[in-house]
């Protein structure tokens, strides 16, 4: 076989999915004062869903939107495109942090990825959804007891409806790796979606419902005075009675928020389109996502014209939780998740890259949204969604509007909202507990999945770093 890295030759140092001819114009830049009933603060999918439903809700609300840069610009238009109806990134997650409320957890997941669905078809976004699911792979032998473990877990709560185990040669028949040893099919919890048309999309019906957006328009302070608030852009101000943070993997507005998440990189390649005969060797007639499910896991689909996405594995905390520009091109990932792809699907070799990217998201220490609201209620954050935010930032949305309409909901009424997770160390404490974290992860991935007694300490006290 040749090198796998000279198929990176004329991979682009560039976001496959915003390097697309339909992107959308950016809106001018706030000049001046806005007044508005709730200001809404990032233009991802946590702002755009708030936005979006805020008005949906009351349509005589007076929204403003701001963002930094473009709409979708940042993970939410730089990611894998796996849209899932678990609010707790996974049920496994889920089950061991709230186990009493892991059941309407589930539901409420279920509901919530339906929504999306209708919304979809609803607005019109044109951003490829296919409700395929996703095949949780195992490629080592002690990630098949784990697959039997949580499909057991899942049937003896009852929340085993579609899914399914698969035995080596089930799993290879779905699609064709030497590596697959089983695999478990969750058949309707997870969709692919071309995120970034999914937040253009989304641009434009809170547009046309009459949310004001303004774009290259960073807001760079906060600040409460009687019954609202004002925030800072470089060029104006605006003033609200409720403000919604969506800012996520960037400095929230709130410094008590800061603490609580984590920016990291995540990093990820796409090939050329297959063709027929390389679609033949691969299978993968149902198209479902897929994920093996290492500490270090990959993640990887199939696109609407038939391209991989091949993504994961190095996850990269810089000192000082810093965010720059540069750390979005990372070539010892790259040649890393090359050699890895042509390991996985061999039959593939010869097959080129066009595009390879990388970008920051946000992490907490319970690997899944939290919430809360700040100077009396008149300011609501949501954040922590630890890669999992396409589909579960809806969900955010309506808890963070509930929050600031001050309503009693069955989402305000869970744990998983009411609680918080636990904050991380100050540098360089951070750096060095992130560090030997992603050391032991790598070691348990290499000793056949045991956890040694940093990563033992952290599942007690209801904290780690999880890739």
């Not at 990630?143 to 473990?149: N, P, R």
């Not at 989304?202 to 046309?208: H, N, S």
């Not at 990820?268 to 896991?297: C, I, K, Y």
């Not at 000192?319 to 790259?334: H, K, L, V």
Request: with cysteine; hydrophobic share 40%; charged share 25%.
């Amino acid at each position: 076989m040749r090198e796998p890295t000279t198929a990176l030759a004329d991979a682009q140092p560039a976001v496959y999915w915003l390097d697309d001819p339909a992107r959308p114009r950016a809106h001018a830049a706030l000049v001046g004062t806005e007044q508005c009933d709730l200001l809404v603060v990032g233009g991802g999918y946590s702002g755009l869903w708030t936005a979006l439903l805020a008005k949906e809700r009351d349509p005589g609300r007076d929204v403003v939107l701001v963002e930094g840069e473009e709409t979708g610009w940042a993970a939410s238009g730089r990611n894998g495109g796996f849209c899932a109806a678990s609010l707790t990134h996974g049920f496994a997650n889920g089950a061991a942090r709230w186990p009493g409320e892991i059941a309407a957890l589930e539901e409420l997941g279920a509901r919530n990825l339906d929504a999306i669905e209708e919304d979809v078809q609803r607005y019109a976004i044109d951003c490829d959804f296919e409700r395929t699911g996703e095949i949780a792979v195992a490629t080592e032998p002690h990630q098949v007891a784990e697959l039997d473990e949580s499909a057991a877990q899942a049937r003896a709560l009852g929340l085993d409806a579609g899914l399914e185990l698969l035995d080596r040669d089930a799993v290879r028949a779905q699609a064709d790796s030497p590596t697959f040893l089983a695999g478990l099919w969750d058949r309707t919890g997870v969709a692919m979606v071309n995120p970034a048309r999914l937040a253009w999309g989304l641009k434009a019906a809170c547009a046309e419902a009459g949310v004001r957006i303004y774009e290259h328009t960073p807001a760079t302070q906060l600040a409460v005075r009687g019954a609202g608030a004002a925030v800072r852009t470089p060029y104006g101000r605006v003033r609200a009675r409720h403000v919604a943070l969506g800012t996520n993997a960037f400095p929230s507005l709130l410094r008590r928020v800061r603490p609580y998440v984590v920016p990291v990189y995540d990093y990820a390649l796409m090939t050329e389109p297959l063709g027929a005969d390389q679609l033949a060797a691969v299978g993968w007639r149902n198209r479902q996502g897929l994920s093996d499910s290492a500490n270090h896991f990959h993640y990887f689909r199939l696109t609407a014209d038939n391209r991989i996405l091949w993504g994961g594995y190095d996850v990269v905390y810089h000192y000082g939780s810093r965010i720059a520009r540069e750390y979005d091109q990372r070539p010892e990932t790259f040649r890393t998740l090359a050699r890895h792809f042509f390991r996985c699907f061999p039959q593939l070799e010869g097959l080129r890259f066009t595009h390879r990217w990388g970008g920051v998201i946000d992490t907490c220490s319970r690997f899944s949204a939290f919430f809360g609201t700040a100077h009396g209620g008149r300011v609501g954050y949501a954040a922590g969604y630890t890669g999992l935010g396409v589909g579960a930032t809806r969900f955010g949305a309506e808890v963070m509007l509930d929050l600031l309409d001050g309503a009693r909901t069955e989402r305000t009424e869970l744990e998983m909202v009411r609680g918080r997770p636990l904050p991380f160390p100050p540098e360089p404490l951070r750096w060095a507990g992130i560090g030997l974290t992603q050391w032991s992860l790598a070691r348990a991935d290499a000793r056949g999945g045991r956890r040694n007694l940093w990563l033992r300490t952290l599942d007690r006290a209801g904290m780690g770093f999880d890739s």
